[in-house]
């Protein structure tokens, strides 16, 4: 007899459930796609052609925006698994200041891009279907400050994201434990069927 998948979609202390990861590497992807789109129209003049690819970015950091809205709704309903017994303390406060950070900037570069916009004076819309109001009025200077700082924020999410990529290829090749098979896609801890 086939067993429910409701054991699997939900997180347990030991490992992260099928919802969870479905969110964390769309989430990846995303960013990936993010990095894309944002080299591809830094190189192009402007026009059609830059605008439509910033139109792109823009919707899909929309799209990451209520990705982490979901993925922290769903932490604060959900169990969230345990970090190893073997970490010391330091590690321990470092993965969950890595952690609370990534959210924070998932947060905030959607948000300073969509303001960008706004005080750019242009509209913002996901992928034309719904349009969205201007964060802030139209100025020219608050424009300069969130330029700079979305790209500050951008650069600094790549720094925090390869501390986060370091120390999971660290559980998996130096300590051994099961840190980062729990959070792939198709990964089932002992025990489970």
Wanted: aromatic share 10%; no cysteine.
């Amino acid at each position: 007899m086939r067993k429910s998948l409701w054991p699997r979609f939900v997180n347990t202390k030991t490992r992260w459930g099928i919802l969870s990861r479905l969110i964390h590497w769309l989430t990846a992807a995303l960013i990936i796609v993010q990095v894309v789109l944002a080299s591809i129209a830094a190189e192009l003049p402007l026009g059609m052609r830059k605008l439509a690819f910033l139109a792109r970015h823009k919707s899909f950091g929309l799209t990451l925006l209520a990705l982490v809205v979901i993925r922290l709704v769903w932490r604060s309903m959900s169990t969230v698994p345990r970090l190893p017994d073997t970490l010391k303390v330091y590690e321990r406060i470092i993965a969950r200041l890595t952690h609370f950070t990534l959210y924070v900037l998932l947060f905030a570069l959607p948000l300073s891009g969509w303001m960008m916009s706004s005080a750019r004076g242009f509209s913002v819309s996901w992928f034309g279907l719904i349009q969205l109001p201007d964060l802030v009025p139209k100025n020219r200077a608050l424009y300069e400050a969130l330029l700079g700082t979305h790209e500050a924020l951008a650069w600094f999410h790549g720094a925090v994201l390869l501390i986060h990529v370091a120390a999971a290829l660290k559980h998996q090749f130096v300590l051994g434990d099961d840190v980062l098979r729990r959070m792939l896609p198709f990964y089932r801890s002992l025990g489970e069927d």
